[in-house]
């Protein structure tokens, strides 16, 4: 964005899928289609279901979904007269018009993607999709390619990545992700660009990317961040920026080892908190965070730790749980003008900018700033004293709460980066997912909440 500038941790690796195939078992029947009339004489009976979470409405659409009225009234499932597994029904109902191409109109086939992604979001359905795979992701993939209408390629992408985090399939990779790079690159719909990155970014992280194939992807990633978006035929679009922003930051926290990533990385994020736009400034931030975050590991058992010579604190210090922490490398060596340009933001005052992009600044690089300057002090960290005993409240204030038992702290950046991840792909159905969806969990620690 040239022009829009001038304007202006642990590793939290996981266990390699490639560990976790497994087979592939044989197609069910067809859905009985009465199941579309029963829904569809309850459209509008209720509000769509709520999964509440700290600081979300739980909504399950966002602004390029559609009227799912049908659909939400299954979810709920609290009709007398409904069987509780209408939802199955109606989601094999959809499958069958997703693959019936011969008889479906775009509008036709743009509404049963839609549905079918609105149910993947809601419940936890891999039993249901798995053995029709094979007939569900060669439509979906058609659908992506053809580019009849921007709404039918958008809602494809959608319903793939949400396909992709379902069946946590180490094989779904090597399908989809040429096509995805080729629609990054090519599409004549911005929506489709932006879409097909953050469905790009969970084919490699969800669905067995090998560590050499998800470098490639943030190297593909990174080429588009510093270009302004140039190199997928989108230049100055900070919306397309900031997805490969975010998908960068999602696939470096799967590294476990940043250090030879970080050189030619950093300078990008830095020359993007020159932006214009607030959210690619957020974004380029964030990742710098995660960097600076990724500098420090825990300090092994047969290390010994050094005696600090020079009498530094930034060599050595310790995580929240107490847990020693050592610096491995330099992140950046202009740290002072970084800091600077973090301090500027987080107490931005120009009236060119309206009090919500201002607020989001001030939030965002308060944290980004402490996290650059103390790299194992994560997000929402506060040295604000506890009256009781004295000490500052620290890291932790920044929670999900999943269930009334359970909830994620995010006091990582790695954890946050995630937890955007599943949220853009799950959107409201990230607590019934992280319940259930092994996928999902396996991705974010849970800890025992508090009443």
């Known amino acids: 964005m040239k022009d829009l500038r001038r304007q202006a941790l642990e590793s939290g690796k996981t266990v390699s899928r490639k560990a976790r195939s497994r087979n592939v078992s044989a197609p069910s029947s067809k859905?009985?289609?009465?199941?579309?009339?029963?829904?569809?004489?309850?459209?509008n009976s209720r509000n769509p279901s709520r999964h509440g979470s700290d600081d979300e409405d739980g909504a399950l659409s966002d602004g390029t979904a559609w009227s799912t009225n049908s659909i939400d009234d299954i979810l709920n499932g609290e009709d007398i007269d409904l069987p509780p597994d209408t939802w199955k029904?109606?989601?094999?109902?959809?499958?069958?018009?997703?693959?019936?191409?011969?008889?479906?109109?775009?509008?036709?086939?743009?509404?049963?993607?839609?549905?079918?992604?609105?149910?993947l979001m809601a419940r936890y359905a891999r039993d249901d999709i798995e053995n029709r795979i094979d007939e569900i992701l060669p439509s979906m993939l058609r659908s992506i390619k053809?580019?009849?209408?921007?709404?039918?390629?958008?809602?494809?992408?959608?319903?793939?990545?949400?396909?992709?985090?379902?069946?946590?399939s180490d094989d779904i990779y090597d399908s989809v992700h040429e096509l995805l790079k080729r629609t990054i690159s090519d599409s004549e719909f911005t929506h489709a660009k932006i879409n097909a990155i953050h469905t790009l970014g969970a084919a490699a992280f969800f669905g067995g990317a090998s560590e050499e194939e998800t470098a490639d992807i943030m190297s593909f990633l990174l080429e588009i961040i510093e270009s302004d978006g140039l190199s997928a035929g989108a230049h100055d679009n900070g919306d397309v920026v900031v997805a490969a922003l975010e998908e960068w930051g999602l696939l470096a926290t799967e590294i476990e080892d940043m250090e030879?990533?970080?050189?030619?990385?950093i300078e990008a994020f830095v020359e993007q908190l020159q932006s214009s736009e607030t959210s690619v400034q957020i974004a380029a931030g964030q990742n710098i965070a995660l960097l600076?975050?990724?500098s420090y590991t825990p300090l092994e058992d047969d290390e010994e730790a050094s005696d600090n010579d020079n009498g530094s604190e930034d060599e050595e210090t310790h995580s929240a749980s107490g847990q020693k922490m050592v610096k491995r490398y330099t992140v950046y060596r202009r740290?002072?003008?970084?800091?600077?340009?973090?301090?500027?933001?987080?107490n931005?005052?120009?009236?060119?900018?309206?009090?919500?992009?201002?607020?989001?600044?001030?939030?965002?690089?308060?944290?980004?700033?402490?996290?650059?300057?103390?790299?194992?002090?994560g997000p929402k960290y506060?040295?604000?004293?506890?009256?009781e005993t004295g000490r500052t409240y620290g890291a932790g204030r920044m929670k999900v709460r999943i269930s009334r038992s359970v909830e994620v702290k995010i006091d990582k950046w790695w954890k946050l980066q995630r937890l955007n991840a599943l949220r853009r792909v799950l959107q409201g159905g990230f607590a019934v997912q992280y319940d259930e969806n092994g996928a999902v969990n396996r991705c974010l620690p849970f800890t025992m909440a508090r009443d």
Request: glycine share 2%.
């Open 335 to 346: 740290q002072d003008q970084l800091m600077r340009q973090l301090e500027e933001l987080a």
């Open 31 to 43: 859905a009985n289609s009465v199941v579309n009339s029963a829904a569809n004489s309850r459209a």
């Open 146 to 168: 053809a580019e009849t209408s921007e709404r039918e390629t958008v809602v494809a992408l959608k319903a793939l990545a949400v396909t992709i985090l379902t069946l946590d």
């Open 382 to 387: 506060s040295t604000a004293l506890d009256g």
């Open 260 to 265: 030879d990533a970080t050189d030619s990385a």
């Open 89 to 119: 029904s109606e989601l094999n109902t959809r499958i069958e018009q997703i693959i019936d191409r011969k008889r479906s109109s775009t509008e036709g086939r743009a509404d049963s993607l839609n549905a079918y992604a609105h149910i």
């Open 292 to 294: 600076y975050e990724k």
């Open 348 to 377: 931005i005052s120009t009236r060119k900018i309206s009090k919500k992009d201002k607020k989001n600044l001030h939030s965002s690089f308060t944290d980004i700033r402490n996290s650059v300057e103390k790299p194992t002090r």
